[in-house]
């Protein structure tokens, strides 16, 4: 199972043209179809005069949440290169829109294929690409007198608090990533500490 997942930093733009035909490129960085639609309303207001505005996303450290759309492209001629693009780049959390103006040259299939393909290139290109690790969110509970027992393990499984209550009974929640889980709740059940 794989430990971590690529995406990009921040909005990266790109453009391509060919014949007169422009394609203005934007990778976004998403993690949800809520912000997926978010961006689409903005780019086709802000894109109103443009003859098509064509777009892909991948969403999820497993790769699984995805759509194209062609934006009255023919079939498989711009949402698809898109997409390919994503995915030759191994890049999820990430959405690519290509507004294209036509410029009155007809590019054929093949010759949209292309240029939707190397506009979203370019946009990738431009973006700058990290690498983030899965984690793990744990919630635990236990008694105020295991505080510092717990404190060291956090420490010791380089674990990070995302959020505690400190009272008599103390509530923490747990970040850490995936791969070290097991062996933090395996350390925690040991200690008693009851884990959500």
Not at 113 to 121: E, F, G
Not at 146 to 157: A, C, Y
Request: glycine share 6%.
């Amino acid at each position: 199972m794989c430990d971590s997942y690529r995406t990009i930093k921040r909005l990266a733009e790109g453009h391509y043209s060919e014949k007169r035909s422009r394609f203005l490129s934007f990778a976004l960085p998403v993690s949800t179809v809520g912000e997926v639609n978010k961006y689409l309303q903005e780019y086709r207001k802000k894109y109103f005069d443009a003859r098509h505005v064509c777009w892909a996303f991948m969403l999820g450290a497993a790769r699984t949440t995805f759509r194209t759309n062609d934006d009255g492209e023919p079939s498989s001629t711009a949402g698809r290169p898109i997409l390919g693009q994503i995915n030759s780049h191994v890049l999820t959390d990430i959405l690519i829109i290509v507004v294209r103006y036509f410029g009155g040259i007809e590019l054929g299939t093949g010759g949209l294929i292309v240029a939707y393909r190397k506009a979203a290139a370019e946009a990738i290109a431009k973006a700058e690409i990290e690498e983030r690790t899965i984690d793990e969110i744990i919630t635990i509970v236990f008694e105020y007198p295991s505080l510092n027992t717990v404190m060291r393990t956090i420490k010791e499984e380089h674990a990070e608090i995302v959020s505690k209550t400190i009272e008599m009974t103390c509530l923490m929640t747990l970040r850490i990533q995936r791969k070290f889980s097991e062996r933090l709740k395996n350390r925690l059940k040991i200690e008693k500490i009851q884990i959500k």
